[in-house]
């Protein structure tokens, strides 16, 4: 089954009881036994949710792993995984990611004894020469957020590999349209399920992707133990987002590659950060690991002023204001202030998240009114 089947039909089936074509909500809390520990596959809605269950299955399909797991937000999904460790464990980790994930690292786990090595993975050797044998995961995310760095997923493979360690891959930007690492060797992938899995910026939800049975199991338990999952209607919305991935991510695409040719060319910006230009530094491996570009790009305006930055911003009328990304509507952002404001301005500033950086997230809107919207807020500066 190709892709775009799958993002239809993969691992989805027509309700048993009543033919419905979409699994129905199953607003309930618990259910009925027959007998103590006799039931029909489902005893507490914390547990397993059929409406819940059907998404996970279709996680699963697109990412071509054997075991989705859903949660109430990405950063719920990146919790079960740091559950999997001990104090002393270390975690090497991308330098350039979304600010809630590097405070979530910093200021939840590493007082739990969790040690944690932010690296510039654009260099894989730069991995080798962190791993310890205390190394029990690298994290990585491609494309970054907000810099736009692309990482060789199979050469962090070899590496993990070669050391016995464990390899996640945060697939929000990329999508399994763009990419799968599961296929390339990677062993969990997370998906802020907000963003383009949802598509429609009206839930919040997180997904977790293994092919393994013994690792799923122990996800699967710490996602019950904690129980930060995510209810039948957030469900359901992303199982129908699902079903529109493919067309949405093209148009996603098509649109970034014209907004990013345009800003490159514009005599008021400086440097504009996208993986389809052939300067970018790792250009040849996203043509290798992606099928496309995605609709995620940063740029500078010329002067490097926060001043301009937030001029542009506040003038912008068809890309929002806001944070997130990843639906039909193009949204703006600021990350110094924004979504990358946990994060110490030495340490942002280290990865090129200056004061002056803007992040787009482009949309499925019309192009020409998008790039029309680009050049009225760039008459401000």
């Known amino acids: 089954m190709q892709f775009n089947t799958k993002t239809i039909h993969g691992n989805q089936h027509h309700d048993a009881s009543t033919g419905a ?47 989705g797991l859903a949660f109430g937000s990405g950063l719920a999904a990146i919790d079960a995984i740091l559950k999997l460790f001990v104090p002393g464990d270390e975690i090497i980790a991308t330098n350039d990611l979304y600010g809630g994930t590097y405070r979530l690292f910093t200021k939840v786990y590493e007082k739990f004894g969790l040690v944690f090595k932010f690296v510039d993975m654009q260099n894989t050797e730069n991995i ?23 990482i060789d997923i199979e050469a962090v493979i070899q590496i993990a590999r070669q050391n ?21 060797g990677a062993d969990i992938v997370m998906h802020s399920a907000t963003k383009y899995l949802g598509g429609h910026s009206d839930v919040v939800m997180g997904a977790l992707v293994v092919k393994d049975k013994e690792l799923a199991d122990k996800l699967y338990f710490l ?8 209810g039948p209607m957030d469900s359901f919305l992303v199982l129908r987002g699902l079903k529109t991935l493919h067309v949405r991510m093209q148009r996603h695409c098509e649109n970034g590659a014209q907004v990013a040719v345009y800003l490159k060319n514009h005599p008021k910006i400086d440097k504009v950060y996208w993986p389809g230009f052939e300067n970018h530094p790792n250009h040849e491996i996203a043509r290798r690991q992606m099928k496309d570009f995605g609709g995620m790009m940063s740029f500078t305006v010329k002067g490097n002023h926060k001043a301009d930055a937030i001029t542009v911003v ?19 952002g600021h ?14 500033e280290k ?23 680009l050049r009225l807020a760039l008459l401000h500066v």
């Open 21 to 67: 074509v979409m699994p129905p909500i199953y607003q309930t809390s618990t259910y009925a036994q027959t007998s103590p520990g006799v039931h029909k596959g489902y005893e507490y809605s914390r547990t397993g949710n059929p409406t819940r269950h059907a998404l996970e299955e279709a996680f699963a399909s697109l990412e071509n792993g054997n075991y």
């Open 351 to 373: 990865t090129g998240v200056t004061d002056s950086l803007i992040r787009l997230s482009v949309g499925i809107e019309d192009v020409g009114d998008l790039i029309e919207d």
């Open 335 to 348: 990350p110094a202030t924004m979504t990358h404001a946990s994060i110490p301005k030495e340490e942002r």
């Open 128 to 150: 080798s020469a962190q791993v310890t044998s205390n190394t029990k995961l690298i994290w990585v995310e491609t494309p970054t957020n907000p810099m736009m760095n692309i």
């Open 314 to 332: 506040e003038n912008l009328k068809l890309f929002t204001l806001a944070e997130s990304l990843g639906g039909v509507e193009s949204l703006c």
């Open 164 to 184: 016995k360690v464990l390899l996640a891959v945060d697939n929000t930007f990329a999508t399994p349209y763009l990419q799968l690492p599961l296929d390339m």
């Open 223 to 230: 996602q019950n133990a904690s129980g930060a999952v995510c």
